[in-house]
């Protein structure tokens, strides 16, 4: 098996077990998404950090540690995937996964909206007209919903956000979850212990499997940032532009077929309009990359003196 061919399995695992989350939280209850996301951020440190020692990282910890801007970034970075974490997990748990998968079938062309307004890159056309179409199906959704899809639009704009920051920060997968998960390790245990003594927490009391199963979400976290990670480094990055549709399409399938949330003529039109946005985002893209590859292998013709 070649590497490219590899570095496709790593990434179709990795958005493959990102969208079976919707089959995971549940299994939870009675805990809700503040417990979750205390435990999930508190036992990704530990996983996190044994990684971190097994794979020989601890000099780039160390280094991000003294570094203030990164340092500044990552913090940053780790409020806001908070956010993304709390705001995934009461969707899923309150029967809006419909919603949530809407969150990241967009989440790519905010991401280039952002890229625009923050770091003032330039679009290219078709990928503005993908952008409008996006517009005209978050109006139609917002009048098949009676309101804005604020869990969509959240998980949209804070996905987006984390990524700028990462990127802005530079660093390696593991060393950047470690230093995230450190950084809100302590309101995370502050958040925990705050639910057990005030009644609302659920650690206790409810078994040894529902202790596993939180205790759980530290390896259902990082796994799949370790495939991603591999993949990363073997495919290209229209590959993994690709195969990032793979987690919303089975949240949505989770939410229809088997969670069985509403899906009334409206909110179907409203997510085809969606789906054709992505579908010529993505065409543009390959398109795109294709030309710059046919610049770059193609020798400039030579002229005669």
């Given at each position: 098996m070649n590497e490219q061919r590899r570095g496709v399995?790593?990434?179709?695992?990795?958005?493959?077990?990102w969208g079976a989350f919707p089959l995971?939280?549940?299994?939870m209850e009675p805990a809700g998404a503040w417990e979750i996301l205390g435990h999930r951020i508190l036992w990704s440190l530990v996983v996190a950090g044994a990684l971190v020692l097994i794979v020989g990282r601890r000099q780039q910890v160390a280094a991000i540690l003294r570094d203030r801007r990164k340092l500044v970034l990552l913090t940053a970075a780790a409020a806001v995937i908070s956010i993304n974490w709390v705001t995934y997990i009461w969707g899923v748990n309150n029967g809006r996964i419909v919603e949530t998968s809407l969150g990241y079938f967009t989440n790519p062309l905010v991401t280039m909206l952002m890229g625009v307004i923050i770091l003032r890159e330039r679009m290219r056309k078709l990928q503005w007209v993908a952008l409008g179409i996006a517009f005209v199906a978050t109006v139609v959704l917002t009048v098949d919903y009676g309101r804005l899809p604020?869990?969509?639009?959240i998980l949209a704009f804070s996905f987006g956000t984390y990524g700028l920051l990462k990127k802005s920060a530079g660093v390696g997968p593991f060393e950047s979850l470690a230093v995230e998960t450190a950084v809100t390790a302590p309101f995370a245990v502050a958040l925990i212990i705050a639910l057990q003594a005030t009644?609302?927490?659920t650690l206790f009391g409810h078994g040894a499997l529902h202790v596993l199963l939180l205790i759980s979400l530290g390896v259902i976290t990082v796994v799949p940032l370790a495939c991603f990670g591999a993949a990363a480094i073997r495919v290209p990055m229209v590959t993994i532009g690709l195969l990032q549709y793979l987690a919303p399409i089975l949240q949505f399938a989770v939410g229809v077929f088997i969670a069985h949330e509403a899906m009334p003529p409206g909110r179907w039109a409203g997510f085809a309009i969606v789906w054709i946005a992505l579908v010529i985002f993505s065409a543009e893209a390959i398109h795109h990359r294709r030309k710059v590859l046919r610049t770059l292998v193609t020798p400039p013709s030579s002229t005669t003196v």
């Open positions: 399995m790593f990434g179709a695992a990795a958005y493959i077990m995971y939280f549940p299994l604020w869990v969509a639009l009644g609302n927490g």
